[in-house]
């Protein structure tokens, strides 16, 4: 069935879209949780610990645009199978650890992977999917994701209580050979065009920056701004709730509840947008998470911190896919996977500055003052996207 055609149907490519993705964010949730440990147990000091977590977001960072030439040459498919084969190469390194610095490679080869997977099936996704469903894949995509992060830790609890530390792991691992697996057996998705292709022409950096220059620094920038968002909410809560006296307990809890919120909505979000327009999502989740944020060093304790958290949640959860959707709707046919690999680098840019602000700020002067700081860059961010974000997509 072509994906052009008005009855495409999501659900039927649902299991070749989404599967490989939920099973390789539920192998990234199991061992997340237990990286910092992991590297405190090897001897690793509380700093270097901290290093070796960034390790993932740094090899991500770094792997965007080799990961554009690989998905290009090979083609997607082929390199999500090969992220996943990566994945488990990293895995083994981490399991067969003796120092913190053997363990700080495997894990920073996980970044690597993710970006290779990730990448891949966001272009695979792009060109799979017709126009008028678009941002449902991208959101759905993102939400698959999310759930699999967030259930990973469950996943790994059975394991951690039989084996150790190591058991989240082997948990990974089983997920990760579960996506390369998927990714392997499922048939590739049909392309819409015979041009959206690996045969067509090749496009490089210097061509994509000159011709599109302009989009990046706009939409590029507003993207990156929603990315520092993101990252620093996660930084935030932990430090407000410790600093107005809530115990780990309770502040897990809170965060398990924003994260349900978070994950209830991202179909319902695509859908919005592929029906109103992207500016309906991506300006009320903008308002909203830079409002939570500037609001919350005015919470003083649990009932108006998870007031504030779950309007956070909801915010973040309408703006499910935002950043794959529009960065899909920027890219051009020809040199599509460089883009959204560029794409990738800038957004990832703006995930590793943001909680560098946020520590820079609070240093300087409060905590209070970094957490408003970076609400006030939901509102540049929502300002941004009003200037210059179309009301309707105009990519192909």
């Known amino acids: ?113 993710s970006a290779v997977f990730l990448l891949a099936r966001q272009t695979f996704l792009v060109e799979a999917v017709p126009l008028h469903m678009r941002a449902r894949a991208m959101s759905t995509l993102g939400g698959t994701m999310r759930i699999g992060l967030f259930a990973g830790p469950f996943a790994a609890a059975g394991f951690i209580h ?22 392997l057996a499922i048939p590739d998705l049909e392309p819409r065009a015979p041009g959206s292709t690996a045969t067509a022409p090749k496009v490089g950096m210097k061509t994509l920056l000159r011709e599109h220059g302009h989009v990046f620094l706009t939409l590029g920038t507003a993207t990156a701004l929603v990315s520092a968002l993101r990252s620093c909410r996660q930084i935030v809560i932990p430090l407000w709730a410790d600093h107005i006296g809530l115990d780990a307990t ?56 998870l007031a504030v958290c779950m309007v956070l949640g909801l915010g973040n959860g309408i703006g499910s896919g935002i950043i794959m959707t529009i960065g899909a709707d920027a890219s051009p046919r020809e040199g599509r996977t460089v883009f959204l690999g560029m794409w990738r680098q800038i957004t990832d840019l703006g995930g590793s500055g ?35 974000l179309p009301r309707r997509p105009v990519s192909g």
Request: aromatic share 10%.
């Open 250 to 305: 309770t502040t897990a809890l809170i965060y398990g509840l924003m994260g349900g919120v978070d994950m209830l909505l991202f179909y319902p979000a695509g859908k919005v947008m592929d029906q109103h327009g992207r500016l309906w999502v991506t300006l009320p989740s903008m308002l909203i998470m830079g409002t939570s944020l500037l609001a919350m060093p005015w919470t003083t304790g649990f009932a108006s911190l």
């Open 1 to 113: 069935m072509s994906a052009s055609s008005e009855d495409f149907d999501l659900r039927r490519i649902a299991l070749a879209a989404f599967g490989p993705s939920l099973l390789f964010g539920l192998g990234e949730g199991a061992m997340f949780p237990v990286l910092a440990l992991s590297a405190r147990e090897l001897g690793a000091s509380s700093a270097g610990a901290g290093l070796i977590v960034a390790l993932v977001g740094i090899g991500s960072l770094l792997a965007n645009l080799p990961a554009a030439a690989l998905a290009t040459r090979y083609g997607e498919r082929r390199a999500m199978v090969g992220a996943a084969a990566f994945s488990l190469l990293a895995l083994a390194l981490c399991l067969g650890a003796r120092t913190p610095w053997v363990f700080g490679l495997g894990v920073f080869m996980i970044g690597l992977a």
């Open 162 to 183: 039989l084996m150790g530390l190591q058991g989240a792991y082997w948990a990974a691992a089983l997920a990760m050979l579960g996506a390369g697996g998927l990714s």
């Open 354 to 388: 943001g909680p560098l602000l946020l520590s820079g700020l609070t240093a300087a002067a409060s905590l209070a003052t970094g957490i408003m700081a970076i609400g006030g860059l939901g509102l540049v961010a929502a300002w941004m996207f009003w200037q210059w």
